[in-house]
């Protein structure tokens, strides 16, 4: 036999094992970087939406309730692995800092009492004795990553309170056994509590023993707890992604998300299911507004827009000069009475200023801009006419004028007289001398307008080549090119307006920490689903 035709049968074998042991360390690296990836806190990112096995135990008339799909520890790990070099030990204390904050409002002391057991999924719901009363009792639902965590925490979590001098009570209430008392953290005042264990890895705590009576009742009857409710499971299908689910009742939309007393009258708003994602140094907000069946969606559809209007992408394209805010918003003068509060909020206008005139008369998009020289409106050059507003405009004092100028031969102004005071630079010794105050003027280019508070404001957009490119990056992200309103902020628009926010206030003092400080934009928008519902979408980027 040929001695080479040997050498290779020999190496075949050796070949093989190599091949094979090559194959074994690439799937334990692989099985072993999945391993890591699945425990990393950057999960949060990809977190799938599901139904919390907690609300089963959440009655679908509750106010409030809130689902976080992860444990106590993860929201802090991913604000340190994504937060800047210098700001990471920050990040993580300001996360720790309001988790701890919010278990210690329910009486709870979280490094010490829960951390050593607690699991994925934390539920919390606020509930109301009533229907349509104002939310008095709440429940919290905590799932154990072992069978003995929880059993564990209940006992010591009594045995404090009893040693503290607490009166226990332990019942039974569906076959499950209760025990309920009045317990505390150290240094502050009991209150009524009560505990139950489910299936040895589920603990219930509640703001006493009928509130937690209420949710064993709800989770043996599907048509009354959450779990089960038709319009829940198809908004989680909906949503897909988030680490956090919400739903509010229209008793909470008001006092707790801010939103205008139009949406919580009887029989328009029914609930608002939205999840939360965190996506780099960014959250983002998906929501769904869900309406009666018999109360019209309160603003344009789709189908009233009619296809996209080119103007609006036109006024975006010509923007030019810097933007501290910058809303694209279609057809003003249709919005309903529903939508005129959300309306003023962006416009930053009072009623009969000259803004909200020009606002009122759009019967097309309008682009509304904000910087430190002043406001800019952009319209379509006919949306509306100089001639419409003649009659409008000179009803509110103002007096129009041409006011040609290198660049501009179109430039109009409308002005303010009043009497000058006393010791004004402009009296000149008469108090009673008129003076003439700018209230907006108007600049055309080809087929569109631009409205500016200031000349300073119209001369740069006229002469500028830079456009706000992180505001137009912020309104393309949210991508909702039908949307009725696209908005975004930059941190010095953004940080006001969420401290004026009573939940931001809330969170900030649970936090133990001023929480605003670190947004640096605001971006949000809606769109009108064929449904009766809305789609709300929003992004709060941090430093």
Request: net charge negative; hydrophobic share 45%.
């Amino acid at each position: 036999m040929d001695p080479s035709c040997v050498g290779r049968m020999k190496a075949r074998p050796f070949l093989a094992v190599v091949l094979a042991v090559a194959l074994l360390l690439l799937s334990l690296a692989a099985g072993g970087w999945w391993l890591v990836l699945q425990r990393s806190p950057l999960q949060l990112q990809h977190q799938q939406l599901v139904s919390p096995r907690a609300a089963r135990f959440v009655p679908r008339q509750a106010a409030l309730s809130l689902y976080l799909l992860s444990d106590g520890e993860q929201p802090v790990g991913y604000a340190r692995a994504v937060a800047p070099p210098r700001q990471r030990r920050q990040a993580a204390e300001a996360v720790a800092g309001l988790r701890d904050g919010a278990f210690a409002a329910a009486g709870l002391d979280y490094p010490g009492e829960l951390a050593p057991w607690l699991g994925r999924e934390l539920g919390f719901a606020l509930l109301a004795s009533e229907p349509g009363a104002a939310p008095d009792g709440w429940l919290l639902a905590l799932r154990s990553r072992d069978a003995d965590g929880a059993r564990r925490f209940l006992q010591r979590f009594w045995q404090t309170r009893s040693l503290a001098g607490t009166d226990l009570q332990i019942s039974s209430y569906r076959g499950m056994g209760l025990i309920s008392g009045r317990g505390a953290l150290v240094g502050t005042t009991p209150v009524p509590i009560a505990t139950a264990l489910i299936d040895d890895d589920l603990v219930l705590i509640a703001s006493g023993r009928g509130v937690l009576e209420q949710a064993l009742d709800v989770s043996q009857i599907d048509e009354l707890n959450q779990a089960a409710s038709p319009r829940f499971k198809q908004a989680v299908q909906r949503l897909e992604q988030g680490a956090l689910l919400l739903t509010a009742r229209p008793e909470t939309l008001g006092p707790w998300l801010g939103l205008p007393g139009e949406f919580t009258a009887p029989g328009v708003v029914q609930e608002l299911v939205a999840s939360l994602r965190p996506d780099n140094r960014s959250l983002e907000l998906d929501a769904l507004l869900q309406f009666a069946a018999d109360a019209a969606v309160p603003a344009p559809s789709a189908d009233a827009i009619g296809e996209i209007d080119p103007t609006g992408a036109a006024l975006l394209a010509a923007l030019q000069g810097p933007s501290e805010s910058l809303a694209l918003i279609q057809r003003p003068a249709a919005w309903p009475a529903y939508w005129q509060p959300l309306l003023a909020a962006v416009l930053q206008a009072e009623p009969g200023s000259f803004p909200a005139l020009v606002t009122a008369a759009a019967d097309g998009p309008l682009l509304r801009s904000e910087a430190s020289q002043g406001w800019l409106l952009g319209t379509g050059a006919d949306q509306p006419p100089p001639e419409a507003l003649a009659g409008v405009l000179a009803a509110e004092g103002l007096i129009a004028a041409p006011l040609p100028v290198e660049g501009d031969p179109d430039l109009r102004v409308w002005t303010r007289l009043e009497a000058g005071q006393a010791g004004s630079r402009f009296a000149r010794g008469d108090a009673n001398q008129l003076q003439a105050s700018l209230e907006g003027a108007r600049s055309s280019q080809g087929r569109l307008a631009w409205w500016g508070q200031t000349l300073a404001v119209l001369q740069e957009q006229r002469d500028s080549r830079k456009p706000p490119r992180l505001r137009l990056e912020q309104l393309a992200g949210l991508d909702l090119p039908q949307a009725p309103l696209q908005w975004a902020m930059a941190a010095g628009r953004a940080q006001p307006l969420l401290q004026r926010w009573s939940t931001w206030q809330l969170l900030s003092a649970l936090a133990g920490q001023p929480l605003a400080p670190a947004v640096q934009s605001l971006s949000l928008g809606w769109e009108a689903q064929p449904d009766a519902n809305l789609h709300l979408k929003a992004r709060l980027e941090f430093g």
